[in-house]
């Protein structure tokens, strides 16, 4: 019984590491190819390139939203991540909340 915990700790243990490294992939690649469309001040809002698009399409979105944070939000243009993610056709439902944020709906 004690190797079978054992086991399940250990299993669990790689799921939420795999998870974590997974997100810390999609935070990385946000940053490299989106940081300059979703960045205070919130005007202008740029059209993101097909990069940044390439990455919202595959990226962990509640993943994502759960690491934000206050001081995040500081840097993080809300309204411009949502614009992006409208423009990049994965727009946020209506209440979705991100960090501190909720998405309204969609103009």
């Given amino acids: 019984m004690t190797k079978l915990m054992c086991l399940c ?3 669990l243990t790689i ?3 795999v998870s974590a490294d997974e997100c810390e ?3 990385q690649a946000m940053i490299k ?3 300059k469309y979703q960045q205070w001040p919130a005007n202008p809002k740029l059209d993101p390139s097909d990069a940044c698009c390439a990455v919202w399409q595959k990226a962990n979105i509640p993943c994502l939203c759960a690491g934000v944070t206050k001081e995040k939000e500081k840097i993080w243009c809300m309204e411009k991540v949502g614009y992006v993610a ?3 056709k994965k727009p ?3 209440g979705y909340k991100c960090g501190s944020y909720t ?3 969609l103009a």
């Fill in 92 to 94: 946020f439902p209506h």
């Fill in 103 to 105: 998405f309204p709906p």
């Fill in 15 to 17: 799921a939420v590491a």
């Fill in 33 to 35: 190819e989106c940081a």
């Fill in 25 to 27: 992939g999609d935070r």
């Fill in 86 to 88: 409208n423009f990049c």
């Fill in 9 to 11: 700790f250990i299993i």
